[in-house]
């Protein structure tokens, strides 16, 4: 079957078939909600070296997800060409391709090793300052690492949840250092502990590709490495043997930088405490007082629903009001929302409470709005959403106040008012170390597992007592295009990044489905069980009412992750 080169391509002709191998793959999701693909990019690249950027649109994703696969070479055809995106391009091309459910995908088998791998267009370090907050086209650099620092989480202000980051600083040939930080999945994907093991006897040359320039408050400029950012480590390109040449006598080992220790946004002073001494406290004395708490969440409370009404004034549950509804607190009548209520036992070493979480800070935890996972709620059934239940055994440090109905009743129990943060565990169950791949046809090798808060050994004197922090101000910015247009073949071996899967838990025996309202929690053997030794305390104050509706959500153990 005969097939046109990318350069061949123009538009008005949406029916030349074309052999390209996908050099880069991933997913551009929503900020609110990471399960939602809004588009699937990939960077074809033919056997010229001549690429492209294609997309892929919802509802042709789920046609194609399975048959494509990065490093892979396919015939392609009935595609829609059109003008490249204004922004976020990934190659130097002024077309791309977008597929429709009349593509036509075919794998072929005849990859050979000449066959072109990765593109790349290398931009100076004295360019990057001219491209802050550019994004005209994805940056490529390439350097030697110089630092690796330890996975971080915090939130951008651009997302609503928190996010996993990693700083890598590199060097070019005159010496000048620019910081990388990969976030997300893709740090899951970068091998620290290895490169930084290879990097004691040494240079280690990396290529990052599909990255944006920031220049962030307290830190400087910085590239910032999202779903569009890949690495290659030692490729066997001529700028990559030129600056391992050029690094001579001036090599240093990798040093590693020990940034596990978060760094805990303003709390305005609120005193650090523990359970135990929150408890003690009289709350008459201190009902709006806040507390930071370090604790580990032990039991779902499903005794009551996750989720309930709301009133889109005061917030409060809403009840069915003929055909609208009325708030239980300020009595108007409107239309109400649905907002979370997630209420769980969480305790440290001296106690255990009852914690409540409402609105956007169980979303912040859970990374789903509140109609995501209703929407997974089967008709007729109890169930508690993966989501939630995940949620056991996770460590986190809290803002905490008394409950409003604490002096009523008597019981005490805590609201979440913030997340600072989630601490990192040491083998953490959301972040999985990819598999590997030994193909000559594949871009993709083998990566070891991560370990967040593992670090290599070295003696002590190696490790820097205090990142230097620039605070310069870039310069006044003009557009400034990537220069060095290139192709490399990769050998065998090579390390590369790849997209990280996600696990998709099944569901469990239907005979937990007659177990209801009762905690759940988490055996040595690591599986959820039922606590019939908990005492159900009293309903929060402003519960919402335990409706035939709301009494469906709940009740069900649900499945978990092995």
Same mark, same amino acid.
């Given at each position: 079957?005969?097939?046109?080169?990318?350069?061949?391509?123009?538009?008005?002709?949406?029916?030349?078939?074309?052999?390209?191998?996908?050099?880069?793959?991933?997913?551009?999701?929503?900020?609110?909600?990471?399960?939602?693909?809004?588009?699937?990019?990939?960077?074809?690249?033919?056997?010229?070296?001549?690429?492209?950027?294609?997309?892929?649109?919802?509802?042709?994703?789920?046609?194609?997800?399975?048959?494509?696969?990065?490093?892979?070479?396919?015939?392609?055809?009935?595609?829609?060409?059109?003008?490249?995106?204004?922004?976020?391009?990934?190659?130097?091309?002024?077309?791309?391709?977008?597929?429709?459910?009349?593509?036509?995908?075919?794998?072929?088998?005849?990859?050979?090793?000449?066959?072109?791998?990765?593109?790349?267009?290398?931009?100076?370090?004295?360019?990057?300052?001219?491209?802050?907050?550019?994004?005209?086209?994805?940056?490529?650099?390439?350097?030697?690492?110089?630092?690796?620092?330890?996975?971080?989480?915090?939130?951008?202000?651009?997302?609503?949840?928190?996010?996993?980051?990693?700083?890598?600083?590199?060097?070019?040939?005159?010496?000048?250092?620019?910081?990388?930080?990969?976030?997300?999945?893709?740090?899951?994907?970068?091998?620290?502990?290895?490169?930084?093991?290879?990097?004691?006897?040494?240079?280690?040359?990396?290529?990052?590709?599909?990255?944006?320039?920031?220049?962030?408050?307290?830190?400087?400029?910085?590239?910032?490495?999202?779903?569009?950012?890949?690495?290659?480590?030692?490729?066997?390109?001529?700028?990559?043997?030129?600056?391992?040449?050029?690094?001579?006598?001036?090599?240093?080992?990798?040093?590693?930088?020990?940034?596990?220790?978060?760094?805990?946004?303003?709390?305005?002073?609120?005193?650090?405490?523990?359970?135990?001494?929150?408890?003690?406290?009289?709350?008459?004395?201190?009902?709006?007082?806040?507390?930071?708490?370090?604790?580990?969440?032990?039991?779902?409370?499903?005794?009551?629903?996750?989720?309930?009404?709301?009133?889109?004034?005061?917030?409060?549950?809403?009840?069915?009001?003929?055909?609208?509804?009325?708030?239980?607190?300020?009595?108007?009548?409107?239309?109400?929302?649905?907002?979370?209520?997630?209420?769980?036992?969480?305790?440290?070493?001296?106690?255990?409470?009852?914690?409540?979480?409402?609105?956007?800070?169980?979303?912040?935890?859970?990374?789903?709005?509140?109609?995501?996972?209703?929407?997974?709620?089967?008709?007729?059934?109890?169930?508690?959403?993966?989501?939630?239940?995940?949620?056991?055994?996770?460590?986190?440090?809290?803002?905490?106040?008394?409950?409003?109905?604490?002096?009523?009743?008597?019981?005490?129990?805590?609201? /979440?008012?913030?997340?600072?943060?989630? +601490?990192?565990?040491? &083998?953490?169950?959301?972040?999985? =170390?990819?598999? #590997? @791949? %030994?193909?000559?046809?594949?871009?993709?090798?083998?990566?070891?597992?991560?370990?967040?808060?593992?670090?290599?050994?070295?003696?002590?004197?190696?490790?820097?007592?205090?990142?230097?922090?620039?605070?310069?101000?870039?310069?006044?910015?003009?557009? /400034?295009?990537?220069?060095?247009?290139? +192709?490399?073949?990769? &050998?065998?071996?090579?390390?590369? =990044?790849?997209? #990280? @899967? %996600?696990?998709?838990?099944?569901?469990?025996?239907?005979?937990?489905?007659?177990?209801?309202?009762?905690?759940?929690?988490?055996?040595?053997?690591?599986?959820?069980?039922?606590?019939?030794?908990?005492?159900?305390?009293?309903?929060?104050?402003?519960?919402?009412?335990?409706?035939?509706?709301?009494?469906?959500?709940?009740?069900?153990?649900?499945?978990?992750?092995?």
């Amino acid at each position: 079957m005969g097939h046109n080169l990318i350069s061949d391509l123009f538009h008005g002709n949406d029916n030349l078939g074309i052999c390209a191998r996908v050099s880069r793959l991933w997913d551009y999701c929503d900020s609110k909600d990471q399960a939602m693909i809004l588009h699937t990019d990939l960077v074809l690249i033919d056997e010229k070296g001549n690429a492209i950027h294609a997309q892929i649109y919802p509802p042709a994703i789920a046609q194609f997800k399975d048959l494509i696969q990065e490093g892979k070479l396919y015939y392609i055809d009935s595609y829609r060409i059109r003008d490249a995106n204004r922004l976020y391009k990934a190659v130097k091309n002024r077309l791309m391709i977008t597929f429709t459910k009349w593509t036509k995908l075919e794998e072929r088998v005849e990859l050979t090793e000449t066959f072109p791998a990765i593109c790349y267009s290398l931009t100076p370090y004295n360019e990057v300052p001219n491209l802050v907050e550019k994004a005209d086209y994805f940056v490529d650099v390439i350097g030697v690492v110089m630092e690796i620092g330890m996975p971080t989480i915090l939130r951008p202000r651009s997302r609503e949840i928190e996010s996993v980051k990693r700083t890598i600083v590199i060097c070019d040939k005159s010496n000048a250092t620019l910081k990388v930080s990969v976030w997300g999945e893709r740090v899951n994907t970068f091998d620290g502990e290895n490169i930084y093991n290879a990097g004691q006897t040494a240079p280690q040359i990396i290529i990052f590709v599909g990255t944006l320039v920031k220049n962030y408050t307290g830190i400087g400029l910085s590239l910032s490495g999202g779903s569009a950012c890949k690495w290659y480590l030692n490729p066997t390109i001529p700028e990559a043997q030129d600056l391992k040449q050029s690094m001579g006598t001036r090599f240093q080992p990798i040093k590693w930088t020990d940034t596990s220790q978060h760094t805990v946004p303003p709390q305005d002073d609120y005193e650090q405490k523990t359970l135990s001494e929150i408890l003690d406290m009289n709350p008459h004395k201190c009902k709006r007082t806040r507390f930071i708490v370090t604790i580990t969440v032990r039991k779902i409370c499903n005794e009551e629903s996750w989720w309930y009404n709301s009133c889109g004034v005061c917030y409060r549950a809403a009840r069915p009001y003929g055909d609208t509804y009325k708030c239980t607190s300020c009595n108007k009548i409107a239309m109400a929302a649905p907002r979370y209520k997630l209420m769980v036992i969480a305790g440290d070493d001296t106690k255990d409470t009852k914690f409540v979480l409402f609105g956007k800070i169980a979303q912040r935890i859970l990374c789903r709005p509140v109609e995501k996972l209703i929407e997974q709620v089967p008709p007729n059934t109890d169930f508690i959403p993966d989501e939630i239940t995940c949620l056991l055994e996770r460590k986190f440090v809290w803002n905490v106040s008394f409950i409003e109905n604490t002096v009523r009743t008597g019981i005490e129990s805590l609201q /979440v008012n913030n997340v600072v943060y989630e +601490v990192i565990p040491r &083998e953490p169950l959301m972040l999985m =170390s990819p598999t #590997s @791949s %030994a193909s000559a046809s594949s871009m993709l090798a083998s990566t070891s597992s991560l370990q967040l808060t593992s670090v290599p050994s070295q003696d002590k004197s190696s490790l820097p007592q205090e990142e230097s922090i620039d605070k310069s101000h870039a310069p006044t910015m003009t557009a /400034v295009t990537p220069k060095k247009q290139g +192709v490399v073949v990769l &050998e065998e071996g090579t390390p590369t =990044s790849k997209l #990280s @899967s %996600a696990l998709h838990a099944q569901a469990e025996d239907n005979s937990t489905q007659g177990i209801k309202d009762m905690p759940l929690t988490k055996s040595a053997s690591g599986k959820r069980e039922i606590d019939d030794t908990y005492t159900q305390s009293k309903e929060v104050e402003n519960s919402p009412p335990k409706d035939k509706n709301i009494g469906k959500k709940r009740g069900r153990v649900s499945s978990t992750q092995a």
